[in-house]
């Protein structure tokens, strides 16, 4: 029923920029604060940041801050992730879900992601 279509990934330089969308559907969108997680080859899928329902608050990792900004379109069931100053360390699939899903330990909904591969 939960669909989440993630796009925009890719390969940039690093010091390059990308925009990954998120579309969703089969739920309601504007009930839930949302995140974008990544996880790169190796390692746990970790969350990178997170907006409130309405968009009024975010939040960051350690590791991406100043550099990415979420974003939300409530009339579009659309999340954003903004993407400046690429590293290689930020080379991983990039999904986006709800945030604080230790909450319903019965979930387990994701889409495919979106790959992004930061190198020379």
């Known amino acids: 029923q939960v669909q989440l279509v993630e796009s925009g990934g890719g390969l940039v330089q690093p010091g390059g920029s990308l925009r990954l969308s998120c579309v969703t559907s089969?739920?309601?969108?504007?009930?839930?604060?949302m995140a974008w997680y990544r996880q790169a080859p190796g390692k746990e899928r970790e969350l990178v940041a997170s907006i409130t329902k309405v968009g009024s608050s975010t939040k960051y990792a350690s590791s991406v801050r100043g550099r990415f900004t979420i974003s939300r379109d409530n009339g579009k069931n659309a999340l954003y992730l903004q993407m400046n100053s690429l590293k290689p360390e930020d080379t991983a699939v990039y999904f986006c879900n709800a945030d604080h899903l230790s909450s319903w330990p019965d979930y387990n909904s994701w889409g495919q992601g979106t790959q992004v591969t930061v190198s020379s």
């Open positions: 089969g739920f309601i969108f504007s009930s839930y604060d």
